[in-house]
């Protein structure tokens, strides 16, 4: 029998990666048991409600949701679906669904992560008919594939691939159809920190290259020079999780940098608490009344350290420049 291989400081590193995709998921389905947003889909991916978690954290991933979910359903509705979308590192992200129930469906929504988030998210899928049936009903012929590794139906495909192999990722989505032809969204949320400057400066140019049309939506830290963005990082060490693109994650202007340097003809960001208000102020108002909220001040330096930003290219003239909050 073949020793096993003694696990090197990447793959400690991975492995803490992939566990960030459970702490999110856990989150959401706490967020959602609490009514801050509705998703019927998150509780077959998790199974337990779990331990409470502090409001400044739910109302944290409630600005998340609606913020990315605002841009990403303005981009299907300027395209009308006519479209395709990227989700890079997705977890057990359930956006698939919403939009179909939502009547927003482009004409593929490819997901891409680890084999093991893959696999454990392709078993669900098959086991769960909740999930299963909405993916039956999208696809028009018998050739469906669904392996342990990737599943690809008529509009929605799954695929296990590294994102710092480009090569990989590029060939793998062409292989499942992806048309560099059609307006693409591309999405990653608390991704590219963890890549190295290098290797996401790598995957975003990739995707400028290949996209004529295109808009990248990339949530995750900011401003993390300071003391609060210290402990934040000192936190995740501690967990083995190294925020290998920090330096990139110094301030709104930096990460507009990122992708205007690789060829994006615009790009914009904003930290989560100034989505936060801009978000519909009556829905902002409901949740508020969910949970009482201690330390309005640490709700504040949270939302602060985390920001949305998006970067488009737009050789179809549909004014993509146009989508902000």
């Known amino acids: 029998m073949a020793a096993r291989q003694p696990l090197t400081d990447t793959d400690t590193a991975d492995e803490a990666v992939r566990a960030t995709c459970d702490d999110a998921t856990t989150c959401k389905r706490f967020a959602t048991s609490k009514g801050y947003w509705k998703d019927p889909y998150v509780q077959y991916f998790v199974r337990s409600v779990g331990e409470r978690k502090a409001p400044e954290i739910n ?16 981009f299907i509705r300027k395209t009308e679906c006519d479209c395709q979308i990227i989700n890079l590192g997705a977890g057990l992200d359930t ?27 392709i078993h669900n899928i098959k086991t769960k008919p909740p999930l299963s049936k909405p993916l039956i009903e999208t696809h028009s012929t018998d050739s469906l594939l669904l392996d342990g590794h990737s599943l690809d139906s008529d509009r929605y495909c799954i695929i296990s691939a590294d994102l710092r192999d480009i090569s ?13 032809e059609l307006p693409t969204l591309l999405l990653s949320e608390c991704v590219l920190v963890y890549m190295t400057p290098t290797q996401s400066s790598n995957l975003v140019h990739w995707a400028a290259d290949t996209f004529h049309t295109a808009m990248f939506i990339n949530y995750e830290q900011v401003n993390m020079s300071d003391r609060f963005g210290q402990v934040m990082i000192e936190n995740l060490q501690r967990r083995q999780c190294n925020l290998a693109g920090v330096e990139t994650c110094q301030s709104l202007d930096s990460q507009r940098e990122r992708f205007l340097k690789a060829g994006w003809e615009h790009a914009d960001a904003l930290d989560m608490m100034t989505v936060y208000s801009v978000l519909p102020q009556d829905d902002v108002a409901r949740i508020e009344r969910l949970e009482f909220l201690d330390e309005r001040e640490l709700l504040q330096q949270l939302l602060q350290h985390y920001s949305i930003c998006w970067a488009t290219k737009d050789k179809l003239k549909l004014s993509l420049a146009q989508l902000a909050f």
């Open 59 to 74: 109302r944290g991933y409630y600005a998340r949701v609606r913020g990315v979910n605002h841009l990403l359903d303005a």
């Open 95 to 121: 956006t698939f669904w919403r939009l179909k129930d939502e009547n927003l469906m482009p004409r593929k929504y490819f997901e891409v992560d680890f084999p093991t988030v893959v696999a454990r998210k």
């Open 168 to 180: 990989n990722l590029d060939e793998k989505l062409k292989k499942f159809q992806l048309n560099p």
